[in-house]
């Protein structure tokens, strides 16, 4: 008998959120030095990824609500598919300068094409690439897991070391996942609420732990207030403000991406300013889109666009379960700041105005309702959080060393965020083996052409950290005139 159990409330929050012009996939790449046999491939998935066994399982509904269920029929080889680029023959290397638009083309393609929902939800794409190496293509539900959780199976389908031996399901390393750059801002919330931020979503289990432990009852309180507070700023947000990123989507997605930056450089350069990695990359996003819309004429000098950006609240320590365990703060970023300086300074005040904020648990008690909710209403919540943003911005922190894929080096990584609702630009910035990669994902009638904002956020680091060396700086000796 097929044993057939819900999806949680949040999970199923995100499976109802797919609309074909915004698809809840969480989409990742890998790009390998050298070519990785298919066969070769499909057995690290056997071994390593399907002993979890939600992916075997799909999703069903036959009114009820919707259920996980193991599919009967699955097939491992429908989910990972060998593709070639368009115009490119594999074989021997190509020694001229990379090109990554052939890539990229396909990339996109993927993005905007939807997932085979009477099937498990995710597929693997090997592309051979001219350079003589390859590229993995990784599109995923989002209701199978959040970031975190994903990040633990790569963990699990990956090695330290070039050497790659086969595990058993119990040899599989559980991983505890380095704090990311928002879990570090935002550190304090789980610090405070603890076993809260688990319990408080159900009134029983409240009553039942103040019972438990009577001194938990102030710090109820405390956290119930900031929830209602909020709420209510959530509830009386006017509209973004309106720019070519809003405006009405289509199906087809565009993605980009740039060579990497070193992070020691944006380490040096945030120790410099006496901020945060995160504020540096954030600041340089923000200019990044503030240059974008000057040259298209959405002049936004003192205005301001929201972005969604994703909360762990996860507790600390392993990860043992996939799911969605994260929830969401709305950010305002400075477009209008035209010095880069004092960009950089109004993103760090705001990050640091955001870091006691409990937006987190009520973005997600609203996923949770999403999941449970008539669909009219599921309708408009996705109408509003639409309207209260422009844009969907992530920084995840990924393996401080390389990693390898059955035996074969991982080059670089990147992801493309999915965004909820009529959002159409999603921004991507993840850290890996001492690099940090920018990525972003547009919708084709908001941002036809990704590459002229991707190309802007090196070119505002590049700015941000020449101005810093050429910055007159307290103490520094005088040199006299030769």
């Not at 994260?326 to 950089?344: A, H, K, M, T, Y």
Request: net charge negative.
């Amino acid at each position: 008998m097929n044993v057939r159990e819900p999806l949680s409330a949040v999970d199923a929050g995100w499976l109802r959120m797919d609309r074909p012009t915004n698809l809840m996939m969480i989409c990742g790449m890998f790009m390998l030095a050298d070519r990785l046999d298919l066969a070769l491939l499909k057995q690290v998935i056997s071994d390593r990824m399907l002993c979890f066994h939600r992916f075997r399982q799909r999703v069903v509904d036959r009114g009820d609500g919707p259920h996980w269920e193991i599919d009967e029929n699955f097939n491992r080889d429908w989910h990972v598919r060998h593709i070639a680029l368009p115009g490119k023959k594999a074989g021997k290397a190509d020694k001229t300068p990379r090109d990554d638009s052939a890539l990229e083309s396909v990339a996109s393609d993927l993005v905007s094409t939807p997932l085979d929902p009477t099937k498990p939800m995710w597929q693997f794409h090997l592309i051979d690439t001219p350079d003589g190496g390859c590229s993995l293509v990784l599109r995923i539900h989002h209701c199978y897991g959040d970031g975190f959780a994903l990040t633990h199976v790569v963990m699990c389908m990956t090695d330290a070391e070039p050497d790659h031996a086969r595990l058993a399901m119990d040899d599989v390393p559980a991983y505890t996942p380095e704090r990311a750059a928002w879990e570090r801002i935002f550190g304090p919330l789980t610090n405070i609420i603890g076993d809260v931020v688990r319990t408080s979503l159900a009134a029983v289990d409240v009553g039942r732990d103040v019972v438990a432990h009577p001194e938990h009852a102030v710090g109820y309180a405390r956290v119930g207030g900031d929830i209602a507070y909020q709420a209510a700023v959530i509830a009386s947000m006017t509209p973004d403000y309106p720019t070519r990123l809003k405006g009405p989507l289509g199906v087809m997605k565009r993605v980009a991406w740039v060579e990497p930056i070193p992070l020691l450089e944006v380490k040096a350069l945030a120790d410099t300013l006496r901020c945060s990695v995160n504020d540096v990359l954030v600041s340089c996003a923000t200019g990044a889109l503030r240059s974008f819309l000057l040259e298209q004429g959405d002049f936004p000098d003192g205005a301001e666009v929201r972005a969604l950006v994703p909360v762990n609240l996860r507790p600390p320590g392993p990860i043992t379960e996939l799911g969605n365990h994260f929830g969401l703060v709305f950010l305002s970023l400075p477009i209008g700041i035209e010095d880069p300086f004092e960009r950089i300074e109004e993103v760090k005040k705001r990050m640091e105005q955001l870091k006691h904020s409990q937006q987190p648990l009520v973005a997600l008690g609203i996923l949770a309702g999403m999941g449970v909710a008539p669909e009219f209403i599921k309708d408009r919540v996705l109408e509003v959080l639409a309207a209260n943003a422009s844009a969907v911005i992530t920084n995840v922190r990924g393996p401080a060393q390389a990693r390898y894929l059955a035996g074969k080096l991982i080059a670089r990584q990147m992801f493309w965020v999915p965004q909820s609702g009529g959002i159409g630009v999603g921004i991507s910035l993840l850290s890996y083996a001492g690099e940090v990669s920018f990525g972003l994902v547009t919708d084709s009638r908001r941002v036809p052409d990704p590459r002229v904002v991707v190309d802007r956020f090196v070119n505002e680091f590049n700015t941000l950290l020449l101005s810093a060396l050429m910055m007159p700086w307290p103490g520094e000796a005088d040199l006299d005139t030769v």
